[in-house]
């Protein structure tokens, strides 16, 4: 994922850039050629942690795949460059038991493991959106078809759950389930690429494809090592896989032989931040402007 850290600080980096080039055209560019659309949206997300099938970016499961719905607003300051702000909301999901091979010696750990957890997301974010093709006149001339670009800043709302014994779904974040605090509030870097299509004058379509990059490690409350848990709830010590001091208990798989090893202070999780993904499409319907005739005296 630091890759993936580095080419989204680039690609942020790269639309300020395109943003900054745009000043020059602000003053050809004039406010009644300005236009705002509102917009609603209906995407799949994905997430990618600790759960995954394997221990990289790119792995995920279709099956994990949920559902996001979302609204926006628009406002287009430049010929190449707009602002948009959106409110989101969805859900992400993933199981060791699911997703891991028992075989495999490199998901045999994970699977033994055997968290699972689902969260919904409540996101707010503000990106700007940089058109690889410009619209230097009104709406009414924009072209049929622009790929565009698009970063910015995001802050999320998240409360993971897990299925206990009984098969109820537990909050898990205030179990402490790794013997630490941590927020349910985080901070996300929204960035992607998307195309829009021009259906008639005021309605355009989009597909988008929108990655996440959060400043937390716990959308799936697995992060770092296991804790003593002695002093804790019930919940806590099954979902924790700790019970009375030894290892192997709780929600671990102890199938695989190896939960004998999962004690206080062994490694529980990769220690790494998470990221989730929102891919899908809009309809933007653009509010005609209300252009003031010039006043002769």
Known sequence: MTKFSTYSTALLAGLALLGSTQQADAQQFSKRKQYTSIGVNLNAMNYFGDLNPNPN??????????????????????????????????????????NANRDDVNARFRYTRNMNFRTNIAEASAVMVVDLIENRNNYLKRPDFVPYLFGGLAGFYYNPQGKNQAGSYVD?????????????????????????YRINRNLDASFEIGLRKTFTGYIDDVKDNYADLSSKSPDAQYFGGFAGGSGGQGITNTSTG?????RPGAKR?????????????????????????????
């Open 172 to 196: 898990l974040q205030p179990l402490q389930t790794e013997g630490k605090s941590y927020s349910n509030i985080s901070l996300a870097i929204p960035f992607g690429a998307g195309v829009r």
């Open 269 to 297: 999780g990769q220690g790494k931040t998470d990221w989730y993904t929102v891919t899908g499409f809009s309809l933007n319907y653009i509010l005609t402007p209300r252009i003031k005739n010039p006043k002769f005296r």
């Open 258 to 262: 190896l939960g004998a090893g999962f």
């Open 57 to 98: 970016f790119a792995s995920f499961k279709f099956a994990d795949t949920r559902w996001n719905v979302g609204v926006s607003i628009t406002h287009r300051f430049f010929p190449r460059v707009s602002g948009r702000f959106g409110l989101s909301y969805g859900q992400v999901t993933a199981e060791d038991g699911d």
